[in-house]
């Protein structure tokens, strides 16, 4: 399985996001530099991670998500491929159009840094196969800039995580959501610093073995 991490300046958890995907699939991912204009051939998903690209400048995520590479990431989901974006990650692939709606500033004004408790809303994602609809996660969260402004039209089937107690007024609670075809997914909350039980929850391996698990059937398909 060949999984892509773009790395875009300020991006300061892909090395987390590498071990992680190492730790389930046994696979070395591949670093994407941001002025990439194209993915490494036979990528089998794309990872978003977090951080703060460009030091937040602008809106966050607003200038990695017309980086060179965003190109191919967007050409890459068209054809179905499976792309996950993580707090920053889920930030640029909302300026990036990939996923619907905004993160706007923490309704606190303060930044948020604590485990949270996440409901599974849905089951039948590539991320969550895992997973069993209404389960309780608990992941960590790490940002200023989370709470979910949901568009007028958002599709209720789009929402898959939802916080179990709101940490930063979000629309209607939600913590992460994916495109209609479900191939696209993103949220606040960090499932790689959720993998390992000796910090507290290993809860994220769920979502990166269903991510993993699905990369493979399709790389099967494709074969």
Not at 60 to 70: E, K, L, Y
Not at 96 to 105: K, Y
Not at 106 to 112: E, G, H, K, Q, Y
Request: aromatic share 6%; net charge negative; with cysteine.
């Amino acid at each position: 399985m060949k999984a892509a991490i773009l790395v875009f300046p300020g991006i300061n958890r892909e090395r987390d996001m590498a071990r992680a995907l190492r730790l389930i699939s046994g696979s070395e991912p591949t670093m994407v530099w941001h002025a990439e204009t194209s993915l490494p051939a036979g990528t089998d998903l794309v990872v978003v991670p977090g951080g703060f690209s460009y030091g937040d400048y602008l809106r966050c995520g607003a200038i990695a998500a017309r980086a060179p590479v965003m190109d191919a990431v967007r050409d890459y989901a068209a054809k179905g491929g499976l792309v996950l974006g993580v707090c920053n990650g889920f930030q640029i692939l909302c300026e990036a159009d990939l996923l619907p709606g905004a993160l706007a500033r923490n309704a606190s004004l303060r930044f948020v840094c604590r485990d949270v408790a996440l409901v599974v809303e849905r089951d039948d994602t590539p991320f969550t196969t895992r997973c069993t609809a209404g389960r309780t996660l608990v992941i960590p969260v790490k940002h200023g800039d989370g709470r979910y402004v949901a568009p007028d039209d958002l599709d209720p089937r789009q929402v898959v995580l939802r916080y179990a107690e709101d940490c930063n007024g979000s629309d209607d609670d939600i913590a992460g959501v994916c495109n209609e075809a479900g191939t696209v997914m993103g949220l606040m909350p960090h499932p790689e610093h959720a993998v390992d039980p000796l910090l507290g929850s290993a809860d994220g391996a769920l979502i990166f073995a269903s991510l993993v698990e699905a990369a493979r059937e399709r790389a099967l398909a494709a074969a």
